[in-house]
């Protein structure tokens, strides 16, 4: 006879399967999970209100540093006054700072807009001479297309099959389990790369900044580190090429980073446009439908 050892999963698994109260067990733990959906209160539509605000201030002239320094910075000490705000963050450019302002969640809309105005514009003797009045917008969370964001950045992982498979066509490897971990591994990596144009894209535009223009501009300020990030992983996994477990790992990965950050910079950028596009048209459609 056979002397079995075992530890405390074990010898829990071993009550349940020889236990005849099994099968109750699992009924009971369904109908607390039918009880559940049943009663639990939710709502076809939540409302999540989470106030937020824009401000912008021009001053000709200055350079970003300068913009940092004398509007960027008293605009935070004035702001970080209010009572509610959860939280800043501010972008300086040539000419011109912008601060976004979120509140906490559940903080009223209205009211936080008016402290906003009031602390700010009370306090307008602390931005330079030159620089313009603060300009103060509602910032609401569907002003950023969060269903464009997704599908313009999911999109791209499609595009490191292209490089895949006539990377182990020429390499005279099989396709194996390793080579479809590196696709895995790879989607990471083609996404975050989409996500740095799409950031700076968006933001970009919270400038005023023409959509073609946003476009052009953050095509040529993420190109460096897109090109730097492909040739870490191709020089990475080069050393994998020859081994006969993980060489298909490597094949997908440098080949796979090859072809499809060639693409995502030509294919995300064209189509953020189009979408972005479409989406301006159609809010501008239905402003002028209303007017």
């Keep these: 006879m056979i002397d079995r050892r075992l530890n405390s999963a074990g010898r829990l698994a071993d009550i349940f399967v020889t236990s005849k109260l099994t099968l109750l067990f699992m009924l009971a733990c369904a109908l607390f999970g039918v009880l559940a959906v049943t009663l639990t209160p939710r709502e076809e539509n939540p409302q999540i209100v989470v106030?937020?605000?824009?401000?912008?201030?021009?001053?000709?002239?200055?350079?970003?540093?300068?913009?940092?320094?004398?509007?960027?910075?008293?605009?935070?000490?004035?702001?970080?006054?209010?009572?509610g705000v959860d939280h800043t963050y501010a972008t300086a450019v040539n000419s011109m700072g912008v601060l976004m302002v979120q509140f906490k969640v559940g903080e009223d809309k209205e009211k936080s807009?008016?402290?906003?105005?009031?602390?700010?514009?009370?306090?307008?003797?602390?931005?330079?001479?030159?620089?313009?009045?603060?300009?103060?917008?509602?910032?609401e969370v569907d002003d950023v297309p969060i269903v464009t964001v997704t599908l313009v950045a999911m999109a791209a992982i499609p595009l490191g099959l292209v490089g895949i498979f006539p990377g182990h066509w020429l390499m005279g490897q099989p396709f194996t389990a390793t080579s479809m971990i590196g696709i895995i591994a790879l989607a990471g990596v083609v996404v975050r790369n989409s996500l740095l144009i799409i950031d700076f894209v968006l933001d970009y535009l919270r400038q005023g900044m023409d959509l073609r223009e946003a476009i052009l501009e953050a095509g040529a300020v993420r190109l460096r580190p897109i090109l730097l990030t492909?040739?870490?992983?191709?020089?990475?996994?080069?050393?994998?090429?020859?081994?006969?477990?993980?060489?298909?790992?490597?094949?997908?990965?440098?080949?796979?980073?090859?072809?499809?950050?060639?693409?995502?910079?030509?294919?995300?950028?064209?189509l953020l446009y189009l979408l972005l596009r479409n989406k301006q048209q159609t809010e501008a459609a239905m402003e002028k439908g209303t007017s």
Excluded: C, H, N, W
Aim: glycine letters at 10%; hydrophobic letters at 50%.
């Design 51 to 83: 106030p937020g605000a824009e401000v912008r201030v021009l001053v000709p002239g200055a350079s970003a540093e300068e913009v940092e320094e004398l509007v960027i910075r008293p605009l935070e000490g004035i702001v970080k006054q209010i009572p």
């Design 113 to 139: 807009l008016v402290k906003l105005y009031d602390r700010v514009l009370g306090q307008r003797d602390r931005l330079p001479t030159g620089a313009g009045d603060p300009l103060i917008r509602s910032v």
């Design 230 to 270: 492909a040739l870490a992983i191709v020089l990475g996994s080069a050393v994998m090429l020859t081994d006969p477990v993980f060489g298909g790992l490597a094949i997908s990965l440098i080949f796979g980073t090859l072809a499809s950050t060639v693409l995502t910079l030509i294919v995300v950028p064209l």
